[in-house]
């Protein structure tokens, strides 16, 4: 049986899909670690290409060099550009996907799910002018920090994309802390000191940082769910 490859930045976006696999193991490929498991029969392969060009060009390029997968599914969280898309969206980019989730499946319909073009852009983008402005020269309606490069490394290989995004935050509900705070693109983690420093300095700003986490939670639900739909659909 085929498998099929999806792709998480960080582990905190593919937590709640994972604990939905049966039969997980770890897998080491090419260097690169990955989780393998099955949702009702299908067997898939889970691998986190990091958060930005630089480290996903090279894990995603290790993935797929020695295995051809039956599709990937480019997955995790998203930024709206506008406010027609809201927290917990899932939005089908249509500019990156080569095939579409099996329409006859009523409950992957019902999902909050909206196609439209997606920009990966290379940074965390906090400012709702930035946002605006990036919504009106790109045409796109969300960002996120990986797909493009993850398309390119599978239009190298010739294995079809299908390209799925929640959204986590929006203009009107941003970040609850400055972008180099909550998240460190070099070391690819959160300096968690440098985290309570800022709101140690800001405590009035910890409610919109839990509120964030919940968040973060629903969404994360949100796309385990949506990914089991589309698995059984394909």
Do not use: Y
Request: some cysteine; glycine content about 6%.
């Amino acid at each position: 049986m085929t498998t099929i490859a999806i792709t998480f930045a960080l582990p905190p976006e593919s937590s709640a899909f994972l604990r939905r696999l049966r039969n997980k193991s770890r897998v080491n490929r090419s260097g690169i670690g990955t989780i393998r498991g099955d949702i009702d029969g299908r067997d898939v392969e889970v691998v986190h290409t990091g958060v930005g060009e630089k480290v996903c060009r090279q894990r995603v390029g290790k993935f797929l060099q020695d295995e051809q997968f039956e599709i990937l599914i480019s997955t995790g969280f998203a930024g709206a550009l506008n406010d027609e898309l809201q927290i917990g969206d899932l939005l089908l980019a249509r500019n990156f996907s080569t095939v579409e989730p099996n329409k006859r499946s009523s409950s992957f319909s019902r999902l909050p799910i909206h196609p439209a073009n997606l920009l990966t852009v290379h940074a965390l983008i906090d400012s709702i002018d930035e946002r605006n402005r990036i919504a009106r020269t790109s045409g796109a309606a969300a960002v996120d920090m990986e797909t493009e490069f993850i398309a390119h490394a599978c239009a190298e290989h010739g294995v079809p994309l299908l390209a799925l995004r929640v959204i986590t935050d929006t203009p009107g509900q941003t970040f609850p802390a400055p972008p180099n705070v909550l998240f460190d693109i070099e070391r690819q983690r959160t300096d968690l000191l440098r985290l309570g420093r800022f709101f140690l300095v800001h405590p009035n700003r910890v409610p919109r940082l839990v509120q964030f986490a919940r968040t973060i939670a629903r969404a994360r639900k949100t796309l385990a769910n949506a990914l089991v739909e589309v698995l059984r659909g394909l």
